[in-house]
């Protein structure tokens, strides 16, 4: 059991590392991110459709077909969208699941949360290189210092233990979200202290994500109450990202004190996930309409400053420059470089290609354990089909 509260345990010496080591990280070889093609529609009620390259339909015929029966390795695919220059080229549902089912995110929710800083910082209200706060602490303790960056990219130091770990009463994801956090997420995360100097070291951070959805309740709806607070994030959602790209099905989830449980819990329809990809393919626009800051996707899909990964941008999941990455391989690390990927927990993905214009939405479930070797190759398949430009 938690205690009340935990004190960070980082002297405050650290502290003048926090401002160096936050600055922007562009990787040398970021390159613009394709528009939208002039004779292609953007998808309002539908997606527009498109023909597969010649000779792709063969090549990812098995990919495909893995909604048709549950694989040892892969799992239950239930649902695959594949749009190529902004048309839906391919399309499979397992039985039981078709275009209208709303599919749940896990941790694709992250890079919604990202999306939602974004439209905070296209209105004024955050600078992200400001300290993000929270009322849980004293102005003196450390994490009152750390910015809005260093919690987005996951180099925040906190002492957070979730990838690996298999025992579900240690794993503080499952504890956060089903055990002693599960009604109020961002108190979880609120107590856990710090063990590393803030923007120095990695680790994956599905706490420090809630911290941030919960500050963001703050920014929208300052002084609110719970449910004032709830009703702002919402809305923001809905109107200035769900419903200006589309995605009339996505439902993002609260815990009991109003929080938005941005770690974990959106749903949406696999066409929905695509295009919420399709808006970081194309920038951060839709049609006329900036819906992210300008840079905001190159800061998604830039690695972080940590040195110990390469694998991690802010909310996405990005490749590295070359290897296979650390601190962990990277998903389809024979695919293209520039590819960068939403994606959560027993497999769901959202992954972005800028070298072949290409999103690739897969979600399913299946062993965390085994799954993601045979996700990496089903990916890598798809990707590696596809011609660049």
């Known amino acids: 059991m938690l205690p009340a509260a935990?004190?960070?345990?980082?002297?405050?010496?650290?502290?003048?590392?926090?401002?160096?080591?936050?600055?922007?990280?562009a990787r040398a070889e970021l390159r613009p991110l394709p528009p939208q093609p002039a004779e292609v529609p953007?998808?309002?009620?539908?997606?527009?459709?498109?023909?597969?390259?010649?000779?792709?339909?063969d090549r990812i015929e098995p990919s495909l077909a893995a909604v048709a029966a549950r694989d040892a390795k892969l799992g239950e695919t239930r649902a695959i969208v594949v749009i190529h220059h902004g048309r839906l080229v391919a399309e499979r549902y397992?039985?039981?699941?078709?275009?209208?089912?709303?599919?749940?995110?896990?941790?694709?929710?992250?890079?919604?949360?990202?999306?939602?800083?974004?439209?905070?910082?296209?209105?004024?209200?955050?600078?992200?290189?400001?300290?993000?706060?929270?009322?849980r602490w004293e102005p003196t303790d450390p994490r009152s210092a750390i910015p809005w960056r260093s919690w987005i990219n996951m180099v925040d130091g906190q002492d957070y233990h979730e990838i690996g770990v298999f025992d579900q009463t240690r794993n503080d994801a499952a504890r956060m979200l089903f055990g002693v956090g599960r009604l109020d997420v961002a108190g979880f995360g609120a107590t856990l202290p710090l063990v590393h100097a803030p923007g120095a070291h990695w680790n994956y951070n599905s706490a420090g994500v809630n911290l941030v959805?919960?500050?963001?309740?703050?920014?929208?709806?300052?002084?609110?109450?719970?449910?004032?607070?709830?009703?702002k994030v919402a809305g923001?959602?809905?109107?200035?990202?769900f419903a200006p790209i589309g995605m009339t099905t996505a439902r993002p989830q609260f815990d009991s004190s109003g929080t938005f449980v941005g770690s974990a819990l959106v749903y949406a329809t696999a066409r929905d996930w695509a295009r919420f990809g399709l808006l970081y393919l194309r920038d951060g626009m839709w049609g006329e309409r900036r819906i992210l800051p300008r840079g905001w996707v190159d800061?998604?899909?830039?690695?972080?400053?940590?040195?110990?990964?390469?694998?991690?941008?802010?909310?996405?999941w990005v490749s590295p420059e070359v290897g296979r990455g650390k601190p962990y391989t990277t998903l389809a690390p024979n695919g293209p470089r520039d590819l960068f990927r939403a994606q959560g927990f027993q497999g769901q993905l959202v992954a972005v290609v800028r070298s072949k214009d290409l999103v690739v939405v897969r979600l399913g479930h299946f062993d965390d354990r085994v799954g993601w070797r045979a996700l990496s190759d089903w990916l890598e398949l798809i990707v590696n089909s596809f011609p660049d430009g």
């Open 6 to 25: 935990r004190r960070a345990v980082i002297p405050l010496a650290f502290l003048g590392l926090i401002g160096v080591l936050s600055a922007p990280a």
């Open 42 to 57: 953007w998808p309002t009620t539908a997606w527009p459709a498109g023909p597969l390259p010649n000779g792709v339909a």
């Open 94 to 135: 397992a039985p039981g699941f078709g275009p209208d089912t709303p599919l749940i995110s896990w941790s694709m929710a992250k890079s919604v949360t990202q999306a939602l800083v974004g439209v905070a910082v296209l209105r004024g209200l955050v600078d992200i290189d400001k300290p993000m706060g929270n009322p």
């Open 213 to 231: 959805a919960d500050a963001l309740g703050r920014v929208f709806a300052p002084n609110g109450s719970p449910a004032e607070r709830r009703a």
């Open 236 to 241: 923001a959602l809905h109107d200035d990202l």
């Open 299 to 316: 800061f998604a899909r830039s690695k972080t400053t940590a040195e110990d990964c390469d694998i991690y941008g802010a909310g996405w």
